[in-house]
């Protein structure tokens, strides 16, 4: 894993967050997308090289709604930059860790991505993700 690419952050209304982000990290908030696979839809803020991106769900039935229904708004997981995300899964795999997803799916921000269970990572849900080609 190269660096911590980004925190992501479960929040309730982006029209509320944004503005306490911007705030709160004297930046603007440099886009928003929405990741229909995952029904959500995201904001981000460039910190020096550090990301915070807050997620918003669409859908009740969206992972963000449910952790925001069981455990409050807060930090829902740390992602890591990898080069080779499909030789990093594997990796992982060998070591024991279980993947949420078998094979990487498009992210937001022009990432592919795949969770690690926070079960096998001391509570801590992780992402991997690494960059699209363009």
Known sequence: MEHIEHLGIAVK???VSIPIYERLLNTTCYKQEA???ENVITAFFQTGINKIELLQATS???TIAKFIEKRGEGIHHVAYS???IHS???RL???G???LNEQPKRGAD???ICFVHPKDASGVLMEICQEISK
Do not use: G, H, I, P
Request: charged fraction near 50%; hydrophobic fraction near 35%.
């Open 35 to 37: 990741v229909e696979s």
């Open 110 to 112: 022009n990432k592919l």
């Open 60 to 62: 009740d039935e969206s």
């Open 82 to 84: 990898v080069r080779d």
């Open 13 to 15: 209304n982006l029209e």
């Open 93 to 95: 795999k060998a070591e």
């Open 88 to 90: 990093e899964m594997k």
């Open 97 to 99: 860790f279980r993947l």
